[in-house]
C-alpha cells in the first residue's frame, strides 16, 4: 500500500465526516427531522428541503420515499447506513433523516456532489 492510497481512504473519510458533521449541525440547529413518519410528515408539508435515506434501509422504505419525494418534488439522496446517520445526529438507527434548512440541505448536496466524483 502507498502513501498515496492510504492518502487517499483517508480524505474519503473526511469527506463522509463533514456529512455528518453537518447533519449533527442541522440536528442541534433543530432543522432536521428523523425516522420514517416525521421524515415523511416533513415531506408532505413541504418543510423537508433535502431527504437522506440509509443505503441499507429497505426496499419498501426506499421506495416510499422516492415516489413522496419525486411528487413533492424534494431532492432525495441515499448516504451512510443506518448506524452511522444515527450516531451523527446523535439517536439510534435512522433510516430516513429530513433536513429542513434550506441553506444546509445545500451544503450537504454539495458535499455529497463533490463525493461521488
Known sequence: MTCMTVW???LDI????KVYSLLGIAMRGRNLVSG???TLE???K???A???IAEDASDNTAKKFSDKCAFYQIPLCRFGHREELGRAIGREQRSSIGVCDAGLADAI?????KEER
Not at 473526511?14 to 465526516?17: A, E, G, T, V
Not at 448536496?109 to 456532489?113: G, W
Open 14 to 17: 473526511l469527506k463522509q465526516n
Open 42 to 44: 416533513a415531506v408532505k
Open 109 to 113: 448536496k454539495r458535499q455529497l456532489e
Open 46 to 48: 413541504g418543510s423537508a
Open 36 to 38: 420514517e413518519f416525521q
Open 50 to 52: 433535502l431527504v437522506i
Open 8 to 10: 487517499r481512504g483517508s
